[in-house]
């Protein structure tokens, strides 16, 4: 990790997340009635409770507003939800507000064009491993994992260790 990284790591004090394609693998099920079903992977909600117990905010901005992620955002406890976007640069600062903070000390995980405006304003953009060229071309970390598939526990982590609090978590596991 070059210097300029590890200073931008270290002042972060928000991770914010795009859903679709981010948190969730990028399918959308609709059912008969047309309601919009998600799947999310377990090990990324874990990492988002990891990064709020060690002091990291975090939000997500999505271009989409669903029930699905109403839900699974209110079971992590995640306030700063931003649904329905359709500028993520306004929608970045919005939320920096809300949280007190500037944009500089946000990281933002993506995958899509959408999600550029957003990344090219913040102290850390990262890219999900299957992200568009775009995006991962602005990226200063891309996942190993997929979207959907771990990739935000798997940024979390990096940040968390980057930052020395990853062992806090780990030590709550008796390890």
Not at 68 to 76: E, F, G, K, Y
Request: aromatic share 6%.
């Amino acid at each position: 990790m070059d210097a300029e990284s590890a200073a931008a790591i270290a002042n972060l004090r928000l991770l914010l997340f795009d859903v679709d394609g981010v948190l969730t693998d990028g399918s959308i099920f609709v059912a008969d009635d047309g309601r919009e079903m998600k799947r999310f992977h377990v090990r990324d909600g874990f990492g988002i409770r990891a990064a709020m117990s060690v002091g990291i905010q975090v939000g997500v901005i999505t271009g989409r507003s669903t029930r699905a992620v109403n839900m699974r955002m209110s079971d992590l406890g995640i306030e700063l939800l931003l649904q329905g976007v359709k500028d993520k640069a306004i929608a970045l600062e919005t939320i920096c507000q809300r949280a007190g903070i500037e944009p500089h000390e946000a990281g933002y995980l993506g995958d899509d064009l959408i999600d550029l405006p957003a990344m090219l304003r913040v102290g850390y953009p990262m890219a999900v491993a299957d992200a568009v060229e775009e995006v991962r071309s602005v990226a200063q970390y891309t996942t190993t994992a997929p979207g959907g598939r771990g990739a935000a526990r798997e940024a979390i982590e990096h940040v968390l260790k980057a930052q020395g609090k990853w062992a806090d978590v780990v030590d709550r596991y008796g390890i």
